[in-house]
């Protein structure tokens, strides 16, 4: 069992910061060859479980950093971050394993009766089948389970932008499914080699390399046509790199928000100047004149503010996490309130019951946003995506209503994120590419403002603009990329289409 919780905290090594991608297939390739070759049931599960938990612990170990800045009060919550956190996501994933089993057994049973196997029923069907179902699965985790879509396949591809282009055409979760088709593949080649199946080995190498090859030679095909193009719209990102023991201590309040203004004040005209998540560190009111003439104090005529708050509305006397904009002349012309809060960290689920106290506020729990808007904000329509928001496209990239519904029009993706919490963990840099793909994904640029790093700029092909990496202070100025035309970006959170994959992964399991 350590073996294989080994084998599994390996494919941390696949994303970023280290993005060695062959260690994620190699990793997938074994557990596919061991869905076939371990005989005992009770056995499968508990080394696929462990495969599972060491991937997921040894990916998100640094969830574990913000329970540890104040240890006095929130000790209880640490081992629940430790083994559930993993284990939850590893339990779900036992399914297709015992799925993919029983498909391939029978294939197996009807072979030795001499039964003719139809094409669909071969062994090269077996990955398709283990890419669909552990795809299917990952999808319904990230969507409608209480979930944490941050460990998807797809995201080993973060840093190689070739790679990263099909995003536009199936997203995030049509990637997974590629990537974890070439594992499969690799895996039928292994197995087949050791058992002798030499012409089942060629067609299950020719497929591995076949899908790799097409990923790169359509990305590099989408590259070559879309050149980033820049707008007349020009930005400010402020990185302060405020650590999060600075940021709660209210008597630095006022030095915390002059570091930002100062970083903000310019001579160049601009557009926007961008904040990170919670950079006003005050309780935000729509009524605060005080702090508004603070902010308006560097903005000249035509400029915005989108800065990060704790904002409490005046009329229903709730608290959101939220972006608020502010224009030259100190007046709150937009607000967008998150609508997908973090567990434990932004409120505590089933707070009747449990006891303990939000990490993230010593105001108690943050209310539920309206959800997703596009923002006509001086002559740009914005989406605004706060913290891990930006990992669940189908929540805040608004669609119209209707049966086939498309995505509203947008020219940008502004992230605002406080990622302070972490340290110098691998999150900031899982985080920044997770807000790659999103750029991808939708075909519009993304622009990116953390207090500690990274922020940075993309293109709508995930081009990286510019960036400020972790622990460093500093701006970034630069023109508001174009956007580009993304079928997935337009038509990927359909209802029809999603219901379309889930009917395609049920063929192929009954098949």
């Known amino acids: ?150 460990v998807l396949p797809g995201y080993v591809w973060g840093c190689h932008e070739i790679f990263l282009q099909t ?58 046509n879309n050149p980033t193009e820049f707008t007349d719209k020009k930005i400010r990102i402020v990185q302060a790199d405020i650590s999060q023991q600075d940021k709660q201590n209210a008597d630095l309040s006022w030095v915390n928000l002059k570091e930002h203004m100062d970083r903000s004040e310019h001579k160049t005209a601009l557009n926007f100047v961008v904040w990170p998540e919670a950079s006003i560190p005050f309780l935000y009111r729509k009524d605060s004149a005080r702090l508004h003439e603070y902010l308006q104090s560097f903005l000249k005529e035509g400029e915005h503010l989108l800065a990060g708050a704790v904002r409490k509305d005046l009329a229903s006397n709730k608290v959101y996490n939220s972006v608020v904009v502010i224009n030259h002349r100190g007046e709150n012309v937009a607000v967008y309130d998150k609508s997908r ?75 605002v994120t406080n990622d302070g919490w972490f340290g110098f963990t691998t999150e900031p840099f899982q985080h920044l590419q997770i807000s790659r793909a999103a750029a991808t994904e939708s075909g519009l640029p993304l622009v990116r403002a953390v207090n500690c790093g990274i922020s940075a700029v993309f293109d709508p092909c995930g081009r990286e603009i510019a960036r400020i990496d972790v622990g460093c202070s500093g701006i970034i100025d630069a023109n508001v990329p174009r956007k580009i035309r993304s079928f997935f970006g337009e038509w990927g959170q359909s209802p029809v289409l999603l219901l379309i994959c889930q009917l395609l992964c049920l063929f192929s399991i009954f098949m």
């Open 167 to 224: 995003l536009s055409v199936w997203g995030i979760y049509g990637l997974s499914f590629a990537t974890l088709l070439i594992a499969g593949f690799f895996g039928l080649f292994f197995r087949c080699c050791r058992s002798g199946d030499f012409i089942t080995a060629k067609n299950a190498a020719f497929w591995a390399i076949f899908i790799f090859g097409s990923l790169a030679a359509f990305g590099r095909y989408r590259l070559e």
């Open 341 to 415: 809060l973090l567990p434990f960290g932004e409120y505590v689920p089933f707070r009747k019951y449990l006891p303990f106290q939000s990490i993230a506020s010593d105001i108690g729990d943050f209310d539920v946003g309206s959800g997703a808007d596009v923002f006509d904000i001086g002559g740009m329509k914005i989406i605004f995506a706060i913290c891990y928001e930006v990992a669940f496209r189908n929540e805040f990239i608004p669609t119209d209503a209707g049966f086939m519904s498309r995505s509203r029009d947008a020219d940008v993706i502004v992230n």
């Open 1 to 150: 069992m350590l073996k294989n919780v080994l084998w599994g905290a390996s494919t941390a090594l696949s994303f970023a910061p280290f993005n060695i991608f062959p260690i994620f297939l190699i990793a997938f390739a074994r557990l596919f060859a061991q869905i076939s070759e371990i005989e005992k049931k009770k056995r499968l599960l508990s080394e696929t479980f462990c495969f599972f938990f060491g991937m997921h612990a040894a990916c998100l170990y640094w969830i574990v950093c913000p329970l540890s800045l104040d240890p006095e009060r929130h000790w209880v919550l640490i081992p629940f971050a430790v083994l559930l956190l993993p284990a939850w996501p590893s339990i779900l994933l036992l399914a297709p394993t015992l799925l993919l089993r029983a498909k391939i057994l029978s294939r197996s049973r009807r072979r030795m009766r001499g039964r003719k196997i139809p094409l669909f029923r071969s062994p090269c069907a077996e990955p398709f089948i283990f890419a669909l179902m552990f795809s299917w699965t990952f999808w319904f985790y990230g969507n409608y389970l209480p979930g944490f879509p941050w």
